[in-house]
């Protein structure tokens, strides 16, 4: 089977940080052509050098990173240090990962998703936005012609059952831009939503907690530390028995696909300001004629993923 190109487009962010590990650490199915960063979790300075730091945490100091839109396209940007500390992937004891030596290429964000999905094959590439969706629409505005060449784009945000995590009816990256999440779910590319259907389902107890610290690899240790940082967020909030990893739904679902269960439903983005800003308006039961345009993930296997989960960290130092 030959890889799959993939883009992924993060604001990094503990649960980002796990995602691109998964993706580093699949190198025989998944085709990492680069990283872009926009401002979510914290401000893009911040998100931009925290993939810089992820990747020379699994030593993959080679991999394109790419600084993107560093606010929404019509809001001011709302970010996330009540739940990811101030440098945005802080570790237990105020400590934070070293300084990196990489640096940044050049190239915008938004130009180098353009000229990526421009020079390759047309339906060749994924885009995997764990993060507000802002590159992913400028880029759509900025060159339509893209819109067709799209594969397929699996992004973590939203919900379709479940109520929101920033405001009652809103999860965060959609509420953080809930314009360019309109122009994404309007543009007639095939879509995947992971959702807080699912990723509220994937949480790490305190024995996976264990497990991913025992696996004897020094990313997997802090991993751990991680997820020990950033979970007590969610075991004060919502009383879960410990983190939801949200965006690393997102390469799951690429690795292994049948560790979710989903249904193809009309999903609209409310964009005018007011209790419901950012909230994703899913038909569930279909009581109108809009049209399908997003394939919802509502089940997830957490077991399995989290066999899958550990089985790449033993892929990293």
Same mark, same amino acid.
């Not at 019509?74 to 105020?94: M, Y």
């Not at 095939?190 to 690899?217: A, E, F, N, Y």
């Given at each position: 089977?030959?890889r ?6 993060? =604001?990094?962010?503990?649960d ?5 590990l ?25 998100t ?13 100091t080679?991999?394109?990173?790419h ?12 970010t996330?240090?009540?739940v990811?500390?101030?440098s ?15 640096s ?10 353009i ?24 880029a ?20 379709a ?33 992971m ?8 949480q790490?107890?305190p ?42 739904c ?6 292994d ?7 193809h ?12 800003l950012?909230?994703t308006v ?18 997830? =296997? ?9 089985d ?6």
């Amino acid at each position: 089977m030959s890889r799959r190109k993939i883009i992924l487009d993060c =604001d990094p962010g503990h649960d980002d940080a796990i995602a691109i590990l998964m993706a580093l650490a699949s190198p025989e199915k998944l085709d990492l052509l680069g990283l872009t960063c926009v401002g979510g979790n914290v401000s893009l300075d911040m998100t931009s050098k925290n993939a810089l730091k992820v990747c020379e945490l699994a030593g993959f100091t080679d991999t394109a990173v790419h600084s993107g839109c560093e606010r929404p396209m019509i809001r001011q940007l709302s970010t996330a240090e009540n739940v990811h500390g101030k440098s945005g992937l802080d570790l237990p004891g105020g400590t934070v990962l070293p300084e990196p030596t990489m640096s940044l290429r050049s190239q915008h964000a938004v130009d180098f998703i353009i000229g990526t999905l421009m020079t390759e094959s047309t339906g060749s590439i994924t885009l995997c936005p764990t993060g507000p969706l802002t590159n992913i629409a400028m880029a759509m505005i900025r060159e339509p012609e893209i819109i067709p060449r799209i594969q397929e784009i699996v992004f973590m945000g939203g919900s379709a059952i479940n109520p929101g995590n920033t405001t009652p009816a809103a999860e965060f990256n959609i509420y953080v831009d809930p314009h360019a999440a309109h122009v994404v779910l309007s543009s007639g590319v095939k879509l995947v939503m992971m959702g807080l259907d699912v990723t509220h389902q994937v949480q790490v107890t305190p024995s996976r907690l264990q497990t991913i610290k025992t696996l004897g690899r020094r990313v997997s240790e802090t991993v751990a530390d991680l997820i020990r940082f950033y979970g007590s967020f969610d075991l004060e909030q919502w009383g879960m028995e410990g983190a939801a990893l949200h965006d690393p739904c997102v390469i799951a679902y690429l690795l292994d696909k049948d560790m979710f269960t989903l249904k193809h439903v009309n999903v609209e983005v409310e964009t005018n300001e007011g209790l419901t800003l950012g909230e994703t308006v899913a038909d569930w039961k279909f009581v109108t004629d809009r049209p399908l345009n997003c394939h919802v993930a509502y089940q997830a =296997d957490a077991d399995r993923f989290f066999e899958l989960l550990n089985d790449r960290l033993l892929n990293l130092p």
